[in-house]
């Protein structure tokens, strides 16, 4: 059974820091695509950033130069620093694996979202 376990949302203020960190069961880390997804208040989900299998990263507009997306393959765990948060990153925040299986199907797993809210 696949498992997303997110931790690190909560209340900042605007300029301030936050690390959301997504841990992951049931799959083999090695090989998925890990990353993160946002939904802000009347809007549909969207992917900031996501890191490959070697490290390689892409991160949306939005965020690029804010926020750092890595990946510890020991603890099966990627780590999302949130940096210069501004009133516009207030949404829920979604851990996301994305993996081929063997038959060629791709699917995705989610984790159950954790709240960030930017507020002074």
């Known amino acids: 059974q696949v498992q997303l376990v997110e931790s690190g949302g909560g209340l900042v203020q605007p300029g301030g820091s936050l690390r959301l960190s997504c841990e992951a069961s049931g799959i083999i880390f090695s090989r998925v695509v890990m990353g993160w997804y946002r939904q802000r208040p009347g809007k549909q989900r969207e992917l900031i950033a996501r890191?490959?299998?070697?490290?390689?990263?892409y991160y949306a507009d939005s965020v690029k130069g804010r926020f750092t997306l890595s990946r510890e393959s020991a603890q099966n765990t990627v780590t999302l620093q949130m940096n210069s948060l501004k009133f516009e990153d207030t949404a829920v925040y979604y851990c996301n694996a994305y993996d081929v299986l063997a038959n060629g199907r791709d699917v995705d797993y989610w984790g159950q979202g954790t709240q960030v809210t930017v507020s002074s």
């Open positions: 890191i490959g299998s070697r490290g390689s990263a």
